[in-house]
């Protein structure tokens, strides 16, 4: 029987803050595969997060298919849009909202995993679930520079960040792996304010990544196309409804995606199954993709 076997491997999944969205789905099939899991978490959601999941209220998403439950072995606070503390402005830094986390940039996060586990490479597998663009609302005509370059900055540049400074802490063979969406080659309207071309940077710089992490450390680096799902975070874009309606409708598999589905792909594509694979958008959209009129016209 040829399985997903991932047990002894430790995941970091950053960019999970509830149990709605595709960060926590991976983070469930990598369980379910038999990794240990850690995640990241945006600071201001952090505490929220931690109570929540003190108190129970994951109880229920919680729940592997074997009975055992999902337990996160560490979760620490990260804020992608910083590679360093001294990178974060004196207003954030100081503010309620994350003056009590220490340090909670990318390289915070890599001091947190020496001290936890050691200065070895502790990881092997690295999942980047993170995006934000503060005027996705906006059309492009009417996006600022600064929203622009901050949704660049946190959905693209925040990949590199990690797999430059989390490469050498993953173990021979591992794995990169971040979510996009097709937005970054078609026209979504209404998905704005410079997250299109974040994606697009993404999915370029994947390829640039593959080669130089594969050459420098042996590591594969891919990213997953995913279809639009009605996670709590997508509810910034505003239309989600009519976005997953729309897929439905015009897909070669009409059916919802759900969050399952990008979880599973992950956890194949991150296993030893995936060797081979390096470089590549695979698409997981029930075929919406390779559709080039509406069927609903």
């Known amino acids: ?76 606070p990260l804020d992608a849009d910083y590679d360093t503390l001294a990178d974060v402005p004196a207003d954030v830094k100081e503010s309620k909202r994350y003056r009590d986390h220490g340090d909670f940039t990318i390289e915070g996060m890599r001091g947190r995993l020496v001290a936890d586990f050691g200065e070895a490479p502790n990881l092997d597998i690295v999942v980047h679930s993170l995006a934000n663009g503060s005027e996705v609302k906006k059309p492009l005509l009417e996006t600022s520079r600064k929203g622009y370059l901050g949704a660049v900055g946190v959905s693209a540049y925040s990949y ?50 593959a080669y130089e992490a594969g050459r420098k ?21 505003g239309f989600i409804d009519t976005m997953i309606s729309y897929c439905k409708a015009n897909s070669p598999l009409t059916e919802e995606l759900q969050a399952r589905e990008v979880g599973d792909t992950a956890a194949f594509v991150c296993s030893p199954l995936g060797s081979g694979i390096t470089g590549t958008m695979i698409y997981v959209d029930k075929g919406y993709h390779s559709m080039g009129m509406a069927v609903d016209r």
Do not use: C
Request: aromatic residues 8%; proline residues 5%; without cysteine.
């Open 1 to 76: 029987m040829l399985a997903i076997d991932l047990k002894g491997k430790r995941a970091l999944v950053a960019g999970v803050a509830d149990d709605g969205g595709f960060g926590f789905a991976i983070a469930k099939s990598l369980a379910e595969a038999g990794a240990t899991v850690v995640v990241g978490t945006w600071p201001p959601a952090y505490g929220i997060f931690t109570t929540m999941l003190g108190r129970g209220k994951f109880a229920d998403s919680l729940v592997l298919s074997d009975g055992r439950k999902l337990e996160f072995e560490k979760i620490y």
């Open 160 to 209: 590199a960040s990690m797999v430059q400074r989390l490469g050498p802490l993953v173990r021979p063979g591992g794995s990169f792996l971040a979510l996009t969406y097709m937005a970054s080659e078609r026209v979504v309207p209404g998905y704005g304010g410079g997250m299109p071309a974040a994606k697009a940077a993404l999915e370029s710089d994947t390829r640039v990544l």
């Open 217 to 237: 450390w042996g590591h594969r680096v891919n990213v997953i196309s995913a279809g639009p799902y009605a996670s709590r975070a997508a509810s910034a874009i």
